[in-house]
C-alpha cells in the first residue's frame, strides 16, 4: 500500500533543522521571494515554532534561488481589491514580522543572497546579523514609489550605519552591494555565493553554543540600549546577570571553566 506524500508544511517557506540552527528559506522563488500575506503569516509561524523548540538555538533566514527578498509582491497587489483596512492589516503584519525578528529571544542571522530590497531590507536590517553575498544588493525604494520605509528600519538603520549614511541610503533608495554594506556596518561580513549559506550557518553554530538565556537576555539589552538611560541600563544588567546566576547553565559555565572543557549548556 502506498502513502501519499506529506504536503509540505508551509506554502512559502522551506524549513530544515541543521543541529541546532533553524534555517527558514523564501520560497516563492519564481517571483524572486516578493512578499505576500501568506509569507508574513508563516514566517510568524515558523519564527514562533524556532522559539518553542528548546532544542533550537539559532535561526537564519535566506532566499531560495536568485534573491533573498525583492519586497512587496506588485503584481498581487495590483491586482488584490483590498478595503482600507485591509491594506492597513497586511502593512501591519510587516511590522509585526520585522518586531518578531528583533524581539526573538534566539539570535537571527540574514544571509542575503542576490537581492533584499523594500520588505526584504526591512526583514534583513531586523536580523542581529548580515551576511551578504559579494554581488548581492540591499536597499530600500520606497521614495522611488511613492512609499516609506517601515519595520523600524528608520530608527535601526541610522544606528548601524549612522544619521547620514542612513539618510543618503532611505532618501535617494541606492543600493550598495555586499562589500560596501560591510565597509559602512550595514553587513557583518561578505562572501562568495557559494560560501555565504555555510558561512552563515558557521556563524550560526558559534551562537549556538553560547547560554540561551546569556544570549536572549544581552539581545534584549543591546536593542533597547539606546533609548534606555544610564541607570535604568545598569539596573537591568544586574538584573539580567543575576538571572544568568540562577540557571543551571551558569553553573555549568562555571565548572567547565574550572575543569577546562566546552561546556554543554541546556538553556535553563
Known amino acids: 500500500m502506498s502513502h501519499a506524500a506529506k504536503p509540505p508544511r508551509y506554502e512559502t517557506l522551506i524549513t530544515e533543522r541543521h543541529g541546532q540552527v533553524m534555517e527558514i528559506r523564501f520560497n516563492r522563488p519564481h517571483r524572486l521571494n516578493a512578499v505576500v500575506e501568506a509569507l508574513y503569516t508563516e514566517l510568524l509561524q515558523a519564527l514562533s515554532e524556532a522559539e518553542a523548540d528548546e532544542d533550537v538555538r539559532a535561526v537564519i ?11 512587496a509582491d506588485m503584481k498581487e497587489h495590483g491586482g488584490a481589491k483590498r478595503s482600507l483596512y485591509q491594506r492597513r492589516q497586511y502593512l501591519q503584519l510587516g511590522n509585526d514580522v520585522c518586531e518578531a525578528i528583533q524581539r526573538h529571544p534566539l539570535p537571527v542571522i540574514a544571509a542575503v ?28 525604494p520606497e521614495t522611488s514609489i511613492g512609499t516609506c520605509v517601515g519595520g523600524g528600519v528608520s530608527k535601526l538603520l541610522p544606528q548601524l550605519v549612522g544619521l547620514n549614511m542612513a539618510r543618503q541610503l532611505l532618501f535617494t533608495g541606492r543600493r550598495i552591494d555586499g562589500e560596501e554594506a560591510t565597509r559602512i556596518g550595514l553587513a557583518t561580513s561578505h562572501w562568495t555565493d557559494d560560501a555565504l549559506l555555510g558561512e552563515a550557518h558557521r556563524l550560526a553554530d558559534q551562537l549556538a553554543k553560547q547560554a540561551p538565556v546569556s544570549i536572549a537576555m544581552l539581545k534584549r539589552l543591546v536593542n ?45
Open 224 to 268: 533597547q540600549g539606546s533609548d534606555t538611560g544610564l541607570d535604568s541600563q545598569l539596573q537591568q544588567e544586574l538584573d539580567a546577570v543575576f538571572t544568568c546566576s540562577t540557571t543551571a547553565d551558569w553553573q555549568e559555565g562555571v565548572d567547565a571553566f574550572a575543569e577546562k572543557r566546552a561546556p554543554q549548556f541546556k538553556g535553563h
Open 113 to 140: 543572497n542576490g537581492y533584499a530590497l523594500g520588505a526584504g531590507a526591512e526583514m534583513a536590517v531586523s536580523c542581529d546579523f548580515i551576511l551578504m553575498a559579494q554581488d548581492a544588493q540591499i536597499g530600500f
Open 61 to 71: 533566514l535566506t532566499g531560495e534561488g536568485r534573491a533573498f527578498c525583492v519586497g
